[in-house]
């Protein structure tokens, strides 16, 4: 039911997204904000030069429609992720969130189901609710972890159409391992479940944490996404990507809106994969500020989970939100997930993290 001060209660809505609040982090005014996982490492000037460059050059051409198939940038994201991948087995989006619900268009939908397993990314209940598809929120062990024989056993029980595994996870911040996705996969195979493991975080991982890329080769149903958004530090630029088999790849035609893509983004897009070297460079100071955040919050006696991403998950005593508050006095913004007694904040550059870890101490040197 609406409450009386919901101003769109007049409208005739859905019935589904009545009393519904749009998605979306505050986006305050403070001097540090670390609340969205952005990369907050501004766009290197040669990227810059080279994005003004190829959009100065397509825009002589924006009367016409851009390239429906964006040939050119499937090539380009395929030589970037490599694994044997070809333009083929490659579709891009305005963002993987848009990615997620083309996927759901595609394979979720009135009648149908994607099951994750809680907590996990906020925005996968909202797809599924705006694709008519019925959301199942798996669960986890207490710690958050997920075991491959745990997932396994949720797919058998719930049969969903589709599951979406987030790795790293947000707000967790930690990898699965690819057990879990062989687990999921082979759960699922007998009614021929889509698995899109969600990999936005993944440049971002620890040694030693292999990416679900490496088992696509034989699994026609496993889709791997990717964005722009994070190690690429180009949220603004709205380009999320994924790999999977070219069938799978060539059905999201159905779904798509014509010409979704921009010629502006392609552009852009373009541009900053031949520069990719010099974007990602910010990668491992990003890494190094969360790392630096783990250990630093560990010493001050709150419970950081592993991060294989560019955030940090941690236990902060009973009162977050006095915690979020305190830190907002201090002027650095974190994300308040919804979590009893946790917080997430993103790795920032160097200042950003410092500022951070003195919020903190001088919060926690008060209460
Ligand atoms: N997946 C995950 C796990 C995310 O955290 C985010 C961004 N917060 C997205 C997908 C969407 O990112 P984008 O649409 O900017 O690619």
């Known amino acids: 039911m609406n409450s009386p001060a919901d101003p769109l209660a007049a409208l005739p809505l859905r019935d589904d997204l009545r009393g519904m609040s749009p998605y979306g ?32 050059e397509a825009a002589g051409a924006l009367n016409r429609y851009p390239d429906r198939d964006f040939t050119d940038l499937r090539e380009a994201l395929a030589g970037y992720l490599g694994h044997g991948l070809t333009a083929e087995n490659l579709w891009a989006a305005n963002g993987s969130n848009e990615i997620l619900q083309q996927l759901l268009q595609a394979f979720g939908g009135p009648g149908r189901s994607v099951l994750s397993f809680a907590p996990t990314y906020s925005m996968y209940p909202l797809l599924a609710l705006g694709t008519g598809t019925k959301y199942i929120a798996g669960v986890r062990a207490e710690d958050f972890s997920l075991t491959a024989e745990s997932a396994a056993r949720q797919v058998r029980e719930h049969a969903p159409d589709v599951v979406f595994l987030c790795s790293p996870n947000n707000p967790t911040g930690t990898a699965l391992g690819l057990d879990v996705v062989e687990a999921v996969y082979a759960a699922g195979e007998f009614h021929d479940m889509v698995v899109v493991v969600d990999e936005a975080y993944a440049e971002f991982a620890r040694a030693g944490t292999p990416s679900a890329l490496t088992l696509l080769p034989g699994r026609a149903r496993l889709v791997v996404t990717r964005t722009m958004s ?16 070219p069938r799978l790849a060539d059905a999201m035609r159905l779904v798509r809106l014509p010409y ?46 592993p991060s294989d991403s560019n955030f940090v998950f941690f236990a902060c005593g009973s009162d977050a939100h006095a915690m979020w508050q305190g830190l907002l006095d201090e002027g650095v913004l974190v994300r308040d997930v919804g979590i009893p007694g946790h917080l997430r904040v993103t790795a920032g550059t160097e200042e950003e993290t410092t500022a951070f870890l003195d919020a903190v101490s001088c919060y926690l040197g008060r209460s």
């Open 25 to 56: 982090a505050p986006q305050l005014q403070v001097r540090v904000a670390l609340n969205t996982n952005e990369n907050t490492h501004p766009v290197p000037q040669d990227v810059v030069e080279a994005i003004a460059r190829r959009v100065g």
């Open 230 to 245: 994070k190690a690429f530090a180009l949220a603004g630029a709205r380009l999320g990507y994924f790999a999977a088999d």
């Open 260 to 305: 979704h893509l921009s010629t502006v983004t392609q552009a852009t897009a373009l541009a900053a994969l031949e520069h990719h070297a010099s974007l990602l460079a910010t990668v491992a100071d990003v890494k190094r500020q969360r790392d630096r955040i783990v250990s630093e919050l560990s010493r001050l006696g709150l419970d950081p989970a």
